[in-house]
């Protein structure tokens, strides 16, 4: 089992910065994909970001050149740096590992309240 707690959540004005923060405990492995998921009011959870064993990350578009998924092995941590928020972006957002050798992310966190006000 994985357990994951994210922080870092909270309101800012649009144009502010937030770094959210994943901790992993349990079976945990560099070998996980690492990702954040968001879901605001009324909408389908959506990908947000991923980080993969190689190093490679991937984003989704709305994101891009705004967000930065990152990982610290050595602390079981992701981190997702958001800046330049806008209203748009306000989700809950969730934390999610995928074992290697599993096509689905296994384990989520409780998740954290990201609100941008215009």
């Given at each position: 089992q994985v357990q994951l707690v994210e922080s870092g959540g909270g309101l800012v004005q649009a144009g502010d910065s937030l770094r959210l923060s994943c901790a992993a405990s349990g079976r945990t492995s560099s070998a996980d994909a690492m990702a954040w998921f968001r879901q605001a009011p009324g909408l389908e959870r959506e990908f947000v970001a991923?980080?993969?064993?190689?190093?490679?990350?991937?984003?989704?578009?709305?994101?891009?050149?705004?967000?930065?998924?990152?990982?610290?092995?050595?602390?079981?941590?992701?981190?997702?740096q958001m800046n330049s928020l806008k209203p748009e972006d306000t989700a809950v957002y969730y934390c999610a590992a995928q074992p290697p050798h599993t096509s689905r992310y296994e384990y989520w966190g409780q998740g954290t309240q990201v609100t941008v006000s215009s």
């Open positions: 991923a980080t993969y064993a190689a190093g490679t990350t991937r984003y989704i578009d709305s994101v891009k050149g705004r967000f930065t998924i990152s990982r610290d092995n050595a602390k079981s941590t992701v981190y997702l």
